[in-house]
């Protein structure tokens, strides 16, 4: 029953900045892990950042140091602070929900770094 909704993707300069939101409904937001992965042409869908009920945090290698998740449970939503961009982050980037084994998808936002 979770809905989940992105937004914010979009065409961006190297080293430039997005932010992606990730709104939800349905469920009980707070008790939910969160995470953001990405998909990319060619490429397997791979995990970029998650996000525990209790704020615990981690990231992608690839992403350290560039990018933050953090979620507002009092807006049903996680965020994805992006800067530093790179032309290897243009992927389609999806939410994710999970309370135990049931996960939700949302339906993804383009990120395109381009030059």
């Known amino acids: 029953q979770v809905q989940l909704a992105e937004s914010g993707g979009g065409l961006v300069q190297p080293g430039g900045s997005l932010r992606l939101s990730c709104a939800a409904s349905g469920g009980i937001f707070s008790i939910n892990a969160m995470g953001w992965y990405r998909q990319a042409p060619g490429k397997q869908r791979e995990l970029v950042a998650t996000i525990t009920s209790s704020f615990s945090t981690t990231y992608a290698d690839s992403v350290k140091g560039r990018f933050a998740i953090s979620r507002d449970n009092a807006k049903n939503t996680v965020y994805l602070q992006m800067d530093s961009l790179k032309p290897e982050d243009t992927a389609v980037y999806y939410c994710?929900?999970?309370?135990?084994?049931?996960?939700?998808w949302g339906q993804g936002t383009q990120v395109t770094v381009s030059s």
């Open positions: 994710n929900s999970r309370r135990w084994s049931v996960e939700y």
